[in-house]
């Protein structure tokens, strides 16, 4: 089962305390994941769902308005997508109610829609609260964070995912919106928002989880790049000694090395002889006598030196 079903599956067990909580919740369900459909002067109401916790949420919340509910589940042809649960409303007097208790409709227009809802009509913010999760529930998704951190909540126009993102930003967090062919998203894509958006809708064990997923995974790249850092540290400081290698033994070559200064020379010796020392590590085999800063200064010396005879015998072979 996938990280987003368990949210899901969290949020559709929640225990709501009031009439109005509910009613906050069908009212997302009304907009997210119900088609009105009219055939023969008859009117129904199709709620879908993919996952069967909701689909029993939504069969609940329904039977406060009319019993004359039917439940069944479509198999899905592909093998890509799951079967859908569809819940079924046919009391035209309970749709009537419930499209208008939800401000979804006036006067039983039932095509004029109003997809936003006034922010007086939640009012309070658990009210707001529960509204989010009924949007979540009916047409969002969660990514698993062991791969990438993307919430998203398709909406079937503007106007809703717009009004999704003034209610989701009024608690602080930075939701934007998208279209995608037919549908607008609204999403948040960085992952201490969406712990804060699933704290918001109140599923604290999978924000838990998402947490420890997140802990981990940033120890782990914490742990790569600093792995990655010493291991490009180290690749410099190989190339640079075998550079340094390269040019004590040039200059031996041509016969300059006898003219190298003392301290050059024991600096060289000690280089020859611990090709993979670091700067500090010569300096500490110098037991003081020499710092890091002044082996460093002599290398580079040396390599000038090197490089200055490189340049004679190029122009000598030049000519």
């Known amino acids: 089962m996938s990280f987003s079903n368990d949210v899901k599956n969290e949020g559709a067990r929640i225990q709501l305390d009031s009439s109005k909580l509910v009613l906050a919740e069908l009212s997302a369900f009304i907009r997210t994941c119900c088609e009105i459909k009219i055939k023969s002067q ?37 093998l890509i997508q799951n079967g859908q649960y569809i819940i079924v409303v046919n009391d035209k007097y309970a749709i009537d109610d419930l499209l208008y208790d939800t401000k979804f409709i006036y006067n039983s227009q039932y095509f004029s829609q109003r997809s936003y809802i006034m922010s007086t ?129 040039f200059l031996k070559s041509i016969d300059k090395y006898k003219d190298l200064s003392a301290d050059l020379k024991e600096i060289a010796e000690i280089r020859l002889e611990n090709e993979y020392y670091t700067l ?13 800063s002044g082996v460093n200064y002599r290398l580079k010396k040396i390599s000038a030196l090197a490089e200055k005879y490189r340049g004679v015998q190029n122009e000598r072979d030049e000519g």
């Open 280 to 292: 500090k590590e010569i300096a500490e085999i110098s037991q003081g006598k020499y710092t890091r």
């Open 121 to 249: 009509e939640l009012k309070t913010e658990l009210e707001e609260r529960a509204y989010l999760r009924g949007a979540f529930l009916g047409s969002g998704s969660i990514s698993n964070p062991e791969k990438s951190y993307h919430l998203e909540i398709v909406c079937r126009n503007e106007d809703l995912a717009e009004d999704l993102k003034l209610i989701i930003n009024k608690r602080g967090l930075k939701a934007k919106v998208s279209k995608r062919k037919n549908s607008y998203i609204v999403y948040i894509k960085e992952a201490e928002q969406i712990s804060d958006f699933m704290a918001l809708i109140g599923v604290n064990q999978s924000l838990l989880k998402f947490e420890n997923i997140r802990v981990l995974k940033d120890l782990r790249n914490n742990v790569n790049r600093v792995v990655n850092c010493e291991t490009a540290n180290i690749n410099k400081q190989i190339e640079a000694a075998q550079k340094q290698i390269t040019d004590i033994n």
């Open 42 to 78: 008859k009117i129904s109401l199709e709620f879908i769902t993919e996952n069967a916790s909701i689909a029993r949420r939504i069969f609940t919340h329904l039977k406060g308005y009319s019993n004359q509910l039917e439940a069944y589940r479509k198999k899905s042809t592909s």
